[in-house]
């Protein structure tokens, strides 16, 4: 590991330009490329205090052993040299996307003689016009079955081309009416080649004049009696119709644009591409990517225009794309794209409009992408496996932890503070062991006791369940049995709180507290990813890559996704209950037949004990309890009209039915 003062430049040997830049290690290995403003100012920062750079950016200047830059004239010259170096050295800290999977574009290879429609993969080819990427092959395949009624441009073959050239007959399309047989000399190259630019002008989007001569000369063949060329018009507008249907309207100014979203955590990055072409969505793809270098949203938006838009020119690159965050040279980048496009594009923030809310779902696909992806990879049964022998190796266990628990505390600036125990058997979660408390030792937000309360009564039920058993003797105190059903009977191998040291040292002393001592305890820490264990000052670092890491990071996400639900619904709860909510013994069922009877709170506070009584299901016990809340419930105000000053009565009906999946939460 060098020591980054080794081969600091002297400050008079930068220059104060623009330019790009490239770090070494001890192999003459490119491992990272960037670009400045200035350069003196940039690299300045990377040879400050260790300790004050990003952890990953440490790991690189450490990882070093030379830098090197070239001087370039302007901003736009130095964004083309760096694609062109993280293309060429492919250096190992840089964010590179990749696909998650090879997208199947619709291409049409004007570079031939007779064009051909196909489905192809990989890099593009010059001379050949792409539409897509689609997120399935059968989807352009589909398209494509509908357009050839109307475009019938070839879609065989070199060898069944050259091999019915031969024989003097065509293939089967070409009997159907699917293809228009340049093959037998059906029709000229030029007449074959301009189906082929109407089927490309017809994908690019421009639909509507094309429609508009097919339904003239439609009407045209009717009026003069030609009925069997009009139905076929007819029938060729009708497959048109429906393959345009497939990509539906999007943006009703039939705007050409792209839009890019990130969804990101701590280690990876996903972005979705939509591409839109004449208001309708033409294409999606979508990309993978480790953070391998301390980049935020906006950094991740650049790389993802330089790899996206690297290798196009033309129309490949829209007039518009939209963006969840600005890069850092916006104009610099605006101006590059404009000159690979030919002509101005415009790179901006979508803020209103159906342009916002297609974002919106980019941006669900990215979020659905990434959590996806970390899915799959958590499924696998050999990266489980290596994930459990990694955190066991970590952690310093006798075995691989094949249950661990993870609890997380929510609350809302210290009210309805709840906590949430989420279980993964085999690296798997067990959805059916969740289980969620309400902190009732103390009022008020403190993290760290509301750890130690819920890790003891955790622990004081499975204790419990032991005793029942046999397998335990109280020689410290008998746990106090409340009565609840047991259902804490089996002991984790790791316990994982969501924090730092506070919160590890409050699960293992109520560990202590309980006299167990063969359950291990470590704590997630969001902002690094460190993994802290009890009575250590340092953390314990997982790299990057680990899977170990992957599965400690699920867990303790899935954690407190299952506390925050818990901890809104209890909320959202508190804030919509009524004098009837505190009424002992008194459910959701016969509250709301109290309603409905009645029609209102008003009304029912109004009522005799015989009145409620008349309710079925309430008896005279239970009519007495609910008349004397309510009397000693403090009425709500009168509502007031705000435009006329008029007292509105408080006669809300009761809802006409109650879906039955809302119940109370334990």
């Known amino acids: 590991m060098a020591d980054p003062s080794s081969y600091r430049p002297e400050p008079g040997q930068i220059p104060d330009s623009p330019g790009v830049y490239k ?11 960037g670009k400045a403003k200035s350069l ?18 440490a790991t690189m200047v450490t990882t070093a052993a030379s830098v090197e830059w070239t001087v370039v004239s302007t901003e736009v010259e130095a964004l083309q040299l760096e694609y062109s170096w993280i293309k060429e050295y492919d250096p190992r800290f840089n964010v590179k996307y990749r696909d998650d999977k090879s997208y199947p574009s619709l291409a049409v290879t004007m570079n031939e003689v007779y064009p051909r429609v196909q489905v192809m993969r990989g890099p593009k080819k010059k001379g050949v016009r792409y539409f897509g990427p689609y997120g399935h092959a059968w989807a352009i395949r589909e398209t494509v079955d509908l357009m050839l009624r109307v475009f019938p441009v070839r879609t065989c073959s070199a060898g069944v081309f050259k091999r019915s050239a031969q024989i003097g007959r065509p293939c089967l399309l070409g009997y159907i009416g699917k293809c228009s047989a340049p093959c037998v000399g059906r029709v000229t190259p030029d007449e074959h080649r301009e ?42 507008i009708g497959a048109l119709r429906r393959a345009m249907e497939k990509n539906a309207v999007v943006l009703a100014d039939a705007t050409d644009a792209d839009l890019i979203a990130v969804a990101e955590d701590e280690l990876e990055a996903a972005v979705q ?24 949203t906006a950094g991740l938006v650049e790389h993802a225009l330089q790899q996206l838009y690297g290798e196009e020119k033309g129309e490949a690159v829209p007039k518009e794309v939209l963006v969840p965050a600005l890069p850092e040279d916006t104009p610099a980048l605006s101006q590059w794209l404009a000159g690979r496009r030919g002509s101005g594009v415009s790179l901006r ?9 297609l974002m919106e779902t980019v941006h669900r696909n990215a979020q659905q992408s990434l959590a996806l992806h970390k899915t799959k990879r ?9 994930a459990l022998e990694e955190i066991a190796e970590a952690l310093e266990l006798d075995g691989a932890p094949l249950r661990i628990e993870c609890f997380d505390i929510s609350h809302l600036q210290g009210e309805d503070v709840v906590a949430s125990m989420v279980v993964f058997e085999d690296g798997l979660a067990r959805k059916s062991e969740y289980r969620r408390f309400q902190i009732k030792g103390f009022e008020g937000q403190d993290d760290v006791r509301s750890m130690h309360e819920v890790v003891s009564r955790r622990f004081r039920r499975y204790l419990q369940e032991k005793l029942k058993t046999g397998e335990w003797s109280p020689e410290d105190g008998e746990p106090e049995d409340d009565g609840r059903p047991r259902r804490f009977a089996y002991p984790p191998q790791l316990v994982v709180v969501d924090g730092g040291q506070p919160q590890v040292a409050a699960a293992k002393r109520a560990l202590e507290e309980l006299g167990i001592d063969d359950v291990a ?138 879906s039955p999946e809302r119940g109370t939460a334990p």
């Open 23 to 33: 770090f070494r290690d001890d192999h003459r290995r490119v491992i990272y490329v």
């Open 40 to 57: 003196r100012q940039r690299l300045a920062s990377y040879f400050q205090d260790i300790a004050g750079l990003h952890p990953r950016t």
């Open 195 to 236: 189906l082929a630019e109407d089927f490309c002008d017809f994908m690019a989007g421009r639909t509507g004049t094309y429609l508009s001569r097919l339904e003239k000369q439609m009407h045209e063949a009717a009026e003069e009696m030609e009925y069997e060329k009009a139905a076929r018009l007819r029938d060729d």
């Open 273 to 296: 591409i939509f591409h839109v072409r004449g208001g309708r969505v033409r294409g999606q793809r979508g990309w993978v990517t480790d953070k391998v270098e301390a980049v935020d």
């Open 349 to 357: 923030i979508p803020q209103r409009g159906d342009k916002k809310s």
């Open 378 to 386: 958590a499924s696998d049964l050999t990266t489980r496996s290596r």
């Open 521 to 658: 305890v470590c704590g997630l820490a969001k902002r690094l990813e460190e993994v802290w264990l009890p009575g250590e000052d340092d953390p314990v670092v997982l790299p990057r890559t680990s899977e170990g890491l992957y599965l400690l990071q699920r867990v303790r996400d899935e954690a407190h996704r299952f506390a925050i639900r818990y901890q809104r619904d209890k909320r959202g709860k508190r804030l919509k209950a009524g004098p009837l909510d505190e009424v002992p013994g008194l459910g959701e069922s016969r509250r709301l037949a109290l309603v409905k009877h009645f029609g209102s709170v008003k009304n029912l506070r109004q009522a005799t004990i015989e009145q409620i009584c008349e309710v079925p299901g309430i008896g005279r016990k239970t009519a007495e309890t609910v008349a004397a809340a309510l009397a000693g419930a403090v009425p709500a105000g009168p509502a007031v009209n705000t435009a006329t000053g008029e007292i509105i009565e408080d006669e809300v009906s009761a809802p006409a039915e109650t």
